[in-house]
């Protein structure tokens, strides 16, 4: 079947994990934020009481685990949260020097450190900004969560920064970096194309070279569900988020990104090695509460509890659960992650990987989605087409194979 005219350079780039399959990633959680925003579910703690204990407990788990990565080199370092950037500098260097001392690190690893735009700025030093400190670190990728230029969409999911200070951020940030991420939200209830295409038009003119941008959905049990089922928020809108979804990928590319994962948009050389990692099976090791591990059939995630956290690690036990994927469960993760890149899904590994009944499974089960022309097939390769890029995810769950 012919493919989409728009994909016919971006099948091309070759896979970023092809020639790496010895390497690994780290990601560390910092389990804290200034202030809790409406839609968010993860893992973090307003209250900085035991951030102290936390930061020496990240580093004692980096030394309890070195031996699950002793055949692996580390290429990536990704501090997530929660809000990596409450961290000083100088408890983020005891931390990369952690894994420096007990891992296998790559010359020149990719080092990102997630950051809120009022933390960035409320940091000034002789040098006039924290980012040479950054720099001075080994940190060189920086994930800035703005999700809108706009002041009224800031207060309504409760963000910590202002418009003023996305903005005054960007400006400075882009001086000291430029391999920058920035967050944006889609799918706002009532937000006009008008207003989100000014939003994109804000991020480009700043020259960031990464765009990561998902829609706003409703978590359970978070503060923006409860608003909506007492009637205080408008509820999500799916054509709306479609409309903007579209809007995205065509601005994006004009711009001269790569839509290289379905909520991900780099320039060719800055695509998110630490993520692409994650989409391509390689091995990754969580540390911090409530952090997920892989490693090739087995996955582990750590309690979610600051304090039982801490408590175990003092006690040199690990907090976490583990459990050993099924060939099926693996088959379902490779497709799932395989379907949201521009890299696919493998016939030939699925066959080497998972076995002949898999691969005629998945040609099944996908022929009704190529005929809708919301995947298609060249090259040994099956990957979703434009039009079935929102769908994704169900397009996906429908190729899984089930008892």
């Not at 020639?19 to 209250?47: M, N, V």
């Not at 050389?269 to 911090?288: A, M």
């Not at 087995?298 to 907090?319: C, D, F, H, M």
Request: net charge negative; aromatic share 12%.
């Amino acid at each position: 079947m012919k493919k989409d005219l728009d994909y016919n350079h971006l099948s091309n780039i070759s896979n970023p994990t092809e020639e790496r399959q010895s390497t690994a990633g780290i990601y560390i959680h910092i389990p804290f934020c200034k202030q809790a925003c409406y839609y968010c579910d993860f893992h973090f703690s307003t209250s900085l009481k035991k951030k102290d204990e936390l930061v020496q407990a990240l580093g004692k788990e980096l030394e309890l685990r070195q031996n699950e990565l002793k055949n692996h080199t580390i290429e990536t370092i990704y501090f997530g949260g929660g809000t990596p950037s409450l961290l000083t500098i100088e408890e983020l260097r005891f931390l990369i020097a952690k894994v420096y001392k007990n891992y296998q690190v790559i010359e020149n690893p990719e080092i990102t450190l997630e950051a809120n735009p009022d933390d960035l700025l409320s940091v000034r030093d002789q040098s006039g900004t924290i980012f040479e400190d950054y720099k001075n670190i080994g940190i060189n990728r920086l994930s800035i969560g703005i999700q809108s230029f706009f002041e009224d969409d800031l207060i309504a999911m409760n963000r910590a920064h202002s418009s003023l200070e996305a903005k005054e951020c960007l400006s400075e940030a882009t001086r000291h970096f430029n391999n920058i991420t920035i967050d944006l939200i889609y799918g706002i209830p009532n937000m006009s194309l008008e207003k989100w295409n000014k939003n994109l038009e804000m991020a480009f003119g700043f020259g960031v070279n990464h765009i990561s941008s998902y829609a706003l959905t409703v978590e359970p049990k978070t503060a923006l569900d409860t608003f909506i089922k007492k009637g205080q928020y408008p509820p999500m809108d799916d054509a709306l988020a479609q409309l903007h979804f579209k809007h995205l990928i065509a601005e994006t590319q004009k711009q001269g990104f790569v839509h290289y994962e379905i909520s991900n948009f780099g320039k060719p050389g800055f695509f998110s090695k630490h993520n692409t990692s994650y989409w391509q099976g390689t091995p990754y090791l969580g540390i911090g509460p409530s952090a997920h591990s892989f490693h090739g059939n087995t996955r582990s995630w750590n309690v979610a509890n600051n304090t039982k956290y801490i408590k175990g690690i003092q006690e040199n036990k690990l907090p976490h659960t583990m459990e050993t994927l099924t060939v099926q469960e693996q088959y379902n993760e490779y497709v799932m992650t395989g379907l949201r890149t521009i890299w696919g899904v493998s016939l030939d590994k699925v066959e080497t990987d998972f076995g002949t009944v898999f691969k005629t499974y998945l040609l099944e089960q996908s022929k009704k989605h190529i005929n809708q022309q919301l995947l298609y097939l060249d090259g040994g390769k099956l990957t979703v087409a434009e039009k079935g890029k929102f769908l994704s995810d169900g397009i996906a769950s429908d190729l899984f194979k089930l008892d």
